[in-house]
């Protein structure tokens, strides 16, 4: 977890904690409240409602130093405490004060999530991670299930180095999730993911970022994916030009390495235009492939004009040269073309074109059909390329869901 996203969560207990300043508009709760007590807190209201925490501090001070006072004297005290610490920047004190709120036994059940929500993000703030996780697990005692709560479990049990319950525990919300039809928020996925990287599970690390990807479509996630994907094992060269061009249709960022490699690659392959893509995004690209693209580009309408005469092979060739040079509907119709004629020995690389000729059209529903069609042949690294573009167009294809995400 980050310390920004750790922060964004203390951000929002110190705005729910600060309602509680409030509190003595009600004369019921101000009736049962010790006199010195009820006193000091209307002072402490006065002046938070002025903004002069320092003064507020001082009226604390002195309820808490008043003789005769119960429990529940003691919570509302506490209560008052949190966000007047908090405004004066001592996250310790605040971070003190939602303890003894979460373990008061004036403390009334319904607001026992909130307070050890509240002592969960203070603990954290302040790298109490003992205490992070001892008020996590009487969190996930109560079963909550609003995604506050849950981040703040998942967060306190990874922060605070328990990672098999970080793991076990933010598995077991995104399975839920699935099974109810509900989006997981992002932070527990990245808990998932950053859990196993801890247990030095790299598969299971990988396959969490999978499902990020997945749920949430981010340029930066899918920059990272294809980053571990163009190392796997089998890896073929021309499956690393399509996480390339996968890269660059998703919009993610390129890193010079990146670039570079794909460059190279293509290069070799002879993709010209796939190798000017690269050097576009910063890659060193030797030699220089513009104008090996310009001198093909001049006749890739005679080689069009061949395909009826030409067999597959040649028509899956040419899709990828065309894809290269943005044609994108003419590679659609050279890859259909394959894979009508056949006889390619690599039987994946039509339908593959087909489907990223597609997706780069915006012809998302097709292209998910083409990359299912993909189910043998290739390499060890197959599969994984054709489950990403696959999730690439699933998301393209219900934007509204991934928006509501």
């Not at 909130?114 to 996590?136: H, P, R």
């Amino acid at each position: 977890m980050t310390i920004k996203s750790t922060r964004n969560l203390l951000a929002a207990a110190l705005l729910s904690a600060c309602a509680t300043v409030a509190i003595l508009s009600t004369p019921a709760s101000a009736a049962t409240l010790n006199e010195v007590v009820q006193r000091h807190l209307a002072g402490a209201q006065t002046a938070a409602n002025a903004k002069d925490f320092a003064k507020a501090q001082t009226e604390i001070d002195a309820a808490r130093a008043a003789s005769g006072r119960t429990p529940y004297d003691d919570l509302m005290i506490n209560k008052f405490a949190i966000p007047v610490a908090a405004n004066n920047n001592d996250i310790a004190k605040a971070a003190e004060a939602a303890r003894n709120v979460a373990d008061s036994s004036a403390l009334d059940p319904k607001e026992l999530p909130g307070a050890l929500s509240v002592a969960i993000q203070l603990a954290l703030n302040q790298k109490e991670n003992e205490n992070a996780v001892k008020y996590a697990k009487k969190l996930e005692a109560l079963k909550p299930t609003d995604n506050a709560s849950v981040k703040n479990i998942a967060s306190a049990y990874y922060v605070g180095g328990d990672y098999a319950a970080a793991k076990a525990y933010s598995s077991a919300q995104i399975a839920a999730g699935k099974a109810a039809n509900k989006p997981v928020d992002k932070e527990v996925m990245l808990v998932l993911m950053s859990a196993n990287v801890s247990l030095k599970d790299e598969n299971g690390a990988e396959q969490a970022l999978e499902e990020i990807v997945a749920a949430y479509n981010a340029p930066e996630d899918w920059a990272q994916l294809i980053d571990v994907a163009i190392t796997s094992e089998g890896i073929r060269d021309v499956e690393a030009i399509w996480l390339g061009r996968l890269l660059l249709l998703t919009g993610a960022p390129v890193s010079k390495q990146d670039a570079d490699m794909i460059g190279s690659i293509a290069g070799h392959l002879t993709f010209f235009g796939d190798a000017v893509n690269a050097k576009a995004k910063g890659g060193t690209v030797d030699p220089d492939p513009t104008p090996r693209a310009d001198a093909d580009k001049k006749t890739i309408q005679e080689q069009i004009a061949q395909i009826p005469s030409q067999n597959g092979v040649y028509s899956s060739k040419l899709a990828e040269a065309l894809y290269s040079y943005g044609m994108y509907a003419e590679a659609e119709n050279a890859a259909k073309v394959a894979i009508q004629k056949g006889g390619n020995p690599d039987t994946t690389e039509a339908p593959m074109v087909l489907g990223q000729a597609l997706a780069a059209q915006g012809k998302y529903a097709e292209a998910k059909a083409s990359f299912a069609t993909i189910t043998s042949g290739g390499g060890p690294a197959t599969p994984r390329i054709v489950r990403l573009w696959t999730y690439f167009v699933t998301a393209k294809a219900n934007p509204a869901q991934a928006a509501a995400k």
